[in-house]
């Protein structure tokens, strides 16, 4: 079992930034696979960002088209945590933001679905 904590979210003006967190916990927590997907009203869970793991270090990342060159993801397996740094915010960021964890890597059309493990969502409001 990997049980997943997100926190950093907030409300922020557009063209602002904010900074997530996620502190993932369980035996095997080190090993999965980590990402972030969002979800706003009305509509999917989409991937947002992913970050794929092998011998302890991150080995590649990936990103929606909607949030390359503005979104950053990155790990710290000291601290098991996984971070996706937000910039240049835009209105139709607003969504739920939620911490994905898996045995497989994810690709940018991953099916929420498949999902491993999620965390509980923080809400990121952004105002224009």
């Known amino acids: 079992q990997v049980q997943l904590v997100e926190s950093g979210g907030g409300l922020v003006q557009a063209g602002g930034s904010l900074r997530l967190s996620c502190a993932a916990s369980?035996?095997?927590?080190?090993?999965?696979?980590m990402g972030w997907f969002r979800q706003s009203p009305g509509k999917e869970r989409e991937f947002v960002a992913a970050i794929a793991w092998s011998n302890w270090s991150a080995i590649s990342t990936n990103y929606a088209d909607s949030v390359k060159g503005r979104f950053t993801i990155s790990r710290d397996n000291t601290k098991r945590t996984v971070y996706l740094q937000m910039n240049s915010l835009k209105p139709e960021d607003t969504a739920v933001y939620y911490c994905?964890?898996?045995?497989?890597?994810?690709?940018?059309?991953?099916?929420?679905?498949?999902?491993?493990?999620w965390g509980q969502g923080t809400q990121v409001t952004v105002s224009s």
């Open positions: 369980g035996r095997s927590a080190s090993i999965y696979h």
């Open positions: 994905a964890a898996d045995r497989r890597a994810l690709p940018s059309d991953s099916d929420p679905h498949e999902v491993d493990y």
